[in-house]
C-alpha cells in the first residue's frame, strides 16, 4: 500500500525553472518555504496516525528562522547533542528539549541538565557519574526523563562513516554491558541505527531490539527511535512505518519518539552559486563562488554526487564506444579554495558557461548548513527564504566578523 500525494492533500511546491535566480544575490543557502510545508504536512500525517512524538534532530536541520513554521505543523521539541543545541532549542524551537550526546563535561553538564526534558546517556559509566547531579534536581522540582542508548549491534547503512552500530561503535550500550542494576531512575530506551532508510529497515531492525532489549521494556515508559526515518523521500512506505509504530507502542504500553533530521529538510531547497572563472587544462573547469569542502562536505565525506538543475552527467565509457555522447558541454565542477579536491565533479550543461552564470546545486538544506566551514575565510553562502509568495527573503548574510569570531 502506497500513500500518494493527493491522498495527503500536499500543498503544491515551487517550479524551480519559475525562479529569478539571478535576483538572488550568490552564493545562498535558499529554503524554499512551499517544499518545507510539504515535508511537513507528511510527518505531522504519520505523526497523527502513528501516535508517535515527531521531533526534529537538530544535527541534521537546525535552521531556526524556520522554526516558527514547523511548530505550525505539531513539532514539539528537537533533539540536541550539545550543549550549544540544547539553548537553540529552548530559546528558538520554544518545545521540549531531548538531548543525547556520547559524552557530557563536568563543565557542560549542569546547564543541560537544566535545560533539558528527555536527557539520553551513551553508557552506565556517565549515568553512574552524573546520577547524583540528576537525583538532586528531581528533589528539587526538576522534572526530566532520562534514558539510556542502546546498540542492537544490526544496521542496514551502507557507508561506515555513517554507521551507529557498526564493528566496535562507542555509540550505546551492547547486550553484553547492559546494567540491569542501574535502571533505577531510568525511564527510557534510546536506540539509533538508520541513515536515510525505509520503513522496512526498522522494522526489522525493532526485531533485533525487542530480542535484545525487550526484558528491560516492561520497565519502560518510552522509546526513542532515534533518527534517519527518511519518510518524506518519494516512494517512502508511510503505511508500514505507521503500523510498526503502532504496533511497537501497543505490545509494549510505551511512549514512541522519532527524531529525524534529514526528513524535514529533504529536498527542500538549494544552494545558489555563481561563476567566476572557466579555465582550461586538457577539460574545462568551472569555479564557483562556492567550496566543495566548506559548503558541501558530505560530497567529499559520504561521497555523493549532487544534482545541478538543468545539467546531466558526463559521457561513460560506453558512450565514448557507441561514440552517442551526450550532447553538450561538460565542465569540471570546483570551488575557489587552494584544496586541489575542492571538485564536485563533471557536468554537462546545455550551453557553454560564461562568468557570471548562475549553477544551481539541488537539496541543499539538510546536512549542508550544520556542517559548513569558513575554510580558507572564503565567503560563506547567505541563508534565505524562498517565501511561498514567491518573494526571497535574506535572513542571514556572513562577513568578515564572523569569519574572526571562530579565530583566536
Same mark, same amino acid.
Given at each position: 500500500?502506497?500513500?500518494?500525494?493527493?491522498?495527503?492533500?500536499?500543498?503544491?511546491?515551487?517550479?524551480?525553472?519559475?525562479?529569478?535566480?539571478?535576483?538572488?544575490?550568490?552564493?545562498?543557502?535558499?529554503?524554499?518555504?512551499?517544499?518545507?510545508?510539504?515535508?511537513?504536512?507528511?510527518?505531522?500525517?504519520?505523526?497523527?496516525?502513528?501516535?508517535?512524538? &515527531?521531533?526534529?534532530?537538530?544535527?541534521?536541520?537546525?535552521?531556526?528562522?524556520?522554526?516558527?513554521?514547523?511548530?505550525?505543523?505539531?513539532?514539539?521539541?528537537?533533539?540536541?547533542?550539545?550543549?550549544?543545541?540544547?539553548?537553540?532549542?529552548?530559546?528558538?524551537?520554544?518545545?521540549? =528539549?531531548?538531548?543525547?550526546?556520547?559524552?557530557?563535561?563536568?563543565?557542560?553538564?549542569?546547564?543541560?541538565?537544566?535545560?533539558?526534558?528527555?536527557?539520553?546517556?551513551?553508557?552506565?559509566?556517565?549515568?553512574?557519574?552524573?546520577?547524583?547531579?540528576?537525583?538532586?534536581?528531581?528533589?528539587?522540582?526538576?522534572?526530566?526523563?532520562?534514558? &539510556?542508548? =542502546?546498540?542492537?549491534?544490526?544496521?542496514?547503512?551502507?557507508?561506515?562513516?555513517?554507521?551507529?552500530?557498526?564493528?566496535?561503535?562507542?555509540?550505546?550500550?551492547?547486550?553484553?554491558?547492559?546494567?540491569?542494576?542501574?535502571?533505577?531512575?531510568?525511564?527510557?530506551?534510546?536506540?539509533?541505527?538508520?541513515?536515510?532508510?525505509?520503513?522496512?529497515?526498522?522494522?526489522?531492525?525493532?526485531?533485533?531490539?525487542?530480542?535484545?532489549?525487550?526484558?528491560?521494556?516492561?520497565?519502560?515508559?518510552? #522509546?526513542?527511535?532515534?533518527?534517519?526515518?527518511?519518510?518524506?523521500?518519494?516512494?517512502?512506505?508511510?503505511?508500514?512505518?505507521?503500523? #510498526?509504530?503502532?504496533?511497537?507502542?501497543?505490545?509494549?504500553?510505551?511512549? #514512541?519518539?522519532?527524531?529525524?533530521?534529514?526528513?524535514?529538510?529533504?529536498?527542500?531547497?538549494?544552494?545558489?552559486?555563481?561563476?567566476?572563472?572557466?579555465?582550461?587544462?586538457?577539460?574545462?573547469?568551472?569555479?564557483?563562488?562556492?567550496?566543495?569542502?566548506?559548503?558541501?562536505?558530505? #560530497?567529499?565525506?559520504?561521497?555523493?554526487?549532487?544534482?545541478?538543475?538543468?545539467?546531466?552527467?558526463?559521457?561513460?565509457?560506453?558512450?565514448?564506444?557507441?561514440?552517442?555522447?551526450?550532447?553538450?558541454?561538460?565542465?569540471?565542477?570546483?570551488?575557489?579554495?587552494?584544496?586541489?579536491?575542492?571538485?564536485?565533479?563533471?557536468?554537462?550543461?546545455?550551453?557553454?558557461?560564461?562568468?557570471?552564470?548562475?549553477?544551481?546545486?539541488?537539496?541543499?538544506?539538510?546536512?549542508?548548513?550544520?556542517?559548513?566551514?569558513?575554510?580558507?575565510? =572564503?565567503?560563506?553562502?547567505?541563508?534565505?527564504?524562498?517565501?511561498?509568495?514567491?518573494?526571497?527573503?535574506? =535572513?542571514?548574510?556572513?562577513?568578515?566578523?564572523?569569519?574572526?569570531?571562530?579565530?583566536?
Amino acid at each position: 500500500m502506497t500513500v500518494h500525494p493527493a491522498d495527503l492533500n500536499l500543498p503544491p511546491v515551487t517550479d524551480p525553472a519559475r525562479v529569478d535566480w539571478a535576483s538572488i544575490p550568490s552564493p545562498a543557502f535558499v529554503l524554499d518555504e512551499t517544499r518545507l510545508r510539504r515535508n511537513l504536512t507528511l510527518i505531522d500525517y504519520v505523526q497523527k496516525q502513528s501516535g508517535a512524538q &515527531i521531533i526534529v534532530a537538530f544535527k541534521g536541520f537546525s535552521m531556526w528562522s524556520a522554526f516558527p513554521i514547523l511548530r505550525e505543523y505539531g513539532v514539539s521539541g528537537a533533539t540536541a547533542s550539545s550543549l550549544n543545541e540544547a539553548i537553540l532549542a529552548k530559546e528558538e524551537m520554544q518545545g521540549e =528539549v531531548h538531548v543525547y550526546a556520547p559524552a557530557y563535561s563536568d563543565e557542560d553538564f549542569p546547564k543541560i541538565l537544566e535545560l533539558a526534558d528527555h536527557l539520553v546517556f551513551n553508557s552506565f559509566s556517565q549515568w553512574e557519574r552524573f546520577r547524583p547531579q540528576v537525583q538532586a534536581a528531581r528533589a528539587a522540582g526538576k522534572e526530566v526523563l532520562i534514558g &539510556i542508548r =542502546v546498540n542492537p549491534e544490526y544496521a542496514e547503512v551502507e557507508t561506515d562513516l555513517y554507521n551507529p552500530a557498526g564493528p566496535f561503535s562507542r555509540l550505546g550500550v551492547t547486550r553484553r554491558e547492559f546494567r540491569e542494576d542501574l535502571l533505577d531512575g531510568v525511564d527510557g530506551l534510546h536506540f539509533h541505527t538508520l541513515c536515510e532508510k525505509d520503513s522496512d529497515t526498522l522494522e526489522r531492525t525493532l526485531e533485533v531490539v525487542e530480542r535484545n532489549f525487550g526484558e528491560f521494556l516492561p520497565r519502560m515508559n518510552w #522509546v526513542n527511535f532515534g533518527g534517519g526515518h527518511l519518510m518524506t523521500r518519494e516512494g517512502y512506505d508511510l503505511p508500514r512505518l505507521i503500523r #510498526v509504530v503502532r504496533e511497537f507502542r501497543e505490545k509494549h504500553g510505551v511512549h #514512541v519518539i522519532l527524531e529525524p533530521g534529514s526528513a524535514f529538510g529533504w529536498q527542500t531547497g538549494w544552494l545558489v552559486s555563481s561563476v567566476l572563472d572557466v579555465v582550461h587544462n586538457v577539460k574545462d573547469a568551472a569555479l564557483l563562488d562556492v567550496s566543495v569542502s566548506a559548503h558541501m562536505p558530505d #560530497v567529499l565525506e559520504m561521497p555523493y554526487r549532487p544534482r545541478i538543475l538543468g545539467a546531466g552527467d558526463p559521457p561513460t565509457d560506453e558512450h565514448r564506444e557507441a561514440q552517442d555522447a551526450p550532447a553538450g558541454h561538460p565542465y569540471l565542477i570546483g570551488g575557489t579554495t587552494c584544496l586541489a579536491g575542492d571538485v564536485v565533479g563533471e557536468y554537462v550543461f546545455a550551453e557553454p558557461l560564461k562568468i557570471g552564470d548562475r549553477v544551481i546545486f539541488d537539496d541543499m538544506i539538510h546536512y549542508t548548513m550544520v556542517k559548513t566551514t569558513f575554510f580558507n575565510g =572564503v565567503k560563506h553562502p547567505d541563508i534565505g527564504i524562498l517565501k511561498a509568495d514567491g518573494a526571497y527573503q535574506r =535572513v542571514k548574510t556572513f562577513g568578515y566578523e564572523e569569519f574572526k569570531a571562530k579565530l583566536s
